[in-house]
C-alpha cells in the first residue's frame, strides 16, 4: 500500500544531543513536508521541500536541519540548539502544492 | 499573512445529535484552499476535503457536509447524526495560490469532538 512510514514512533532525546526522524513516503509525491504540533495547537511548519535537493524554511525552522537526497526520503534532525523539542512530529508529502497533503503516523518526541 | 481560527476548542455531544464545527480565515489571495483534517487519537491526519476560492458549492459526503461562504470567509463543517467513531480532532487548513506560499499550509488551532454513546 502507498503511504508515509514515520519512525521512530517515539523518542527520547538527552541534553545537547541531535536526533534525527526518519519520513519515507513511496507515494511518488515532489513535495515533503515536516510538521510540528503542541497540545492545543494547531500544526506548524518547519521545513518543507518542493523536489529533490532543494529544501525551504518554514514558520519555525530554527533549531531543526532536513536534507532531501532522494525523492522518497525527507529525514528531520532536531539540533541541540532546539530548547524546547517535545512534540508531535508529522511528516507529509503532496504531488503538487495545493493539493492534499498525506500525513504519517508521527514521531513523539520527548527529553530524558 | 494568512490565518485561521476555529474558535470552538471542544464540543461535546451525544451520538446522532447533529454538530457544527466553525472556521474563519483570512488572507489577501483572490486564489485560495481550504481543507478540512481529521486526527483521531492515532495521530494522524486524514484529510477529508480540499475547495478552491472559485467553487462557493455545498458539498455533501455522506453523513458530512461543508458550506463555503466567502462573505463571511467561513468554511463550517457539519457532520449529521454524529457517531462515537467521529470523536476526534478536526482541524481546518488554508494555503494560497501565489508563489512561495502555494506549499504552505496554514492550520487553525483544531476543535477536539467527543460524541458520547
Redesign the interface.
Known amino acids: 500500500d502507498g503511504g508515509i512510514t514515520q519512525s521512530p514512533k517515539y523518542l527520547f532525546r538527552k541534553e545537547g544531543q541531535n536526533v534525527t526522524l526518519s519520513c519515507e513516503q513511496n507515494l511518488n509525491h515532489d513535495a515533503m513536508y515536516w510538521y510540528r504540533q503542541d497540545p492545543g495547537q494547531g500544526l506548524r511548519l518547519i521545513y518543507y521541500s518542493q523536489i529533490v535537493n532543494d529544501f525551504q524554511k518554514g514558520d519555525i525552522a530554527e533549531g531543526y536541519s532536513v536534507s532531501r537526497e532522494k525523492k522518497e526520503s525527507f529525514p528531520l534532525t532536531v539540533t541541540s540548539a532546539q530548547k524546547n523539542p517535545t512534540a508531535f512530529y508529522l511528516c507529509a508529502s503532496s504531488i503538487l502544492p495545493n493539493q492534499p497533503q498525506h500525513f504519517g503516523d508521527g514521531t513523539r518526541l520527548s527529553i530524558l | 499573512a494568512q490565518k485561521?481560527t476555529q474558535a470552538q476548542?471542544e464540543i461535546s455531544v451525544v451520538e446522532k445529535e447533529d454538530v457544527t464545527l466553525d472556521c474563519v480565515y483570512e488572507t489577501r489571495d483572490t486564489t485560495y484552499?481550504l481543507?478540512w483534517?481529521k486526527q483521531p487519537p492515532?495521530?494522524?491526519?486524514?484529510?477529508l476535503i480540499?475547495r478552491n476560492s472559485f467553487d462557493e458549492q455545498n458539498e455533501i459526503s455522506g453523513r458530512y457536509s461543508w458550506n463555503f461562504q466567502k462573505s463571511t470567509s467561513s468554511f463550517n463543517f457539519t457532520i449529521t447524526a454524529s457517531q462515537v467513531v467521529d470523536s476526534a480532532v478536526y482541524?481546518c487548513?488554508l494555503?494560497e495560490?501565489g508563489g512561495?506560499s502555494?506549499?504552505?499550509?496554514t492550520?487553525?488551532?483544531?476543535t477536539l469532538l467527543t460524541v458520547n454513546p
Open positions: 485561521v476548542t484552499y481543507f483534517y492515532s495521530g494522524e491526519l486524514v484529510f480540499r482541524f487548513a494555503s495560490a512561495g502555494n506549499y504552505k499550509l492550520f487553525g488551532k483544531g
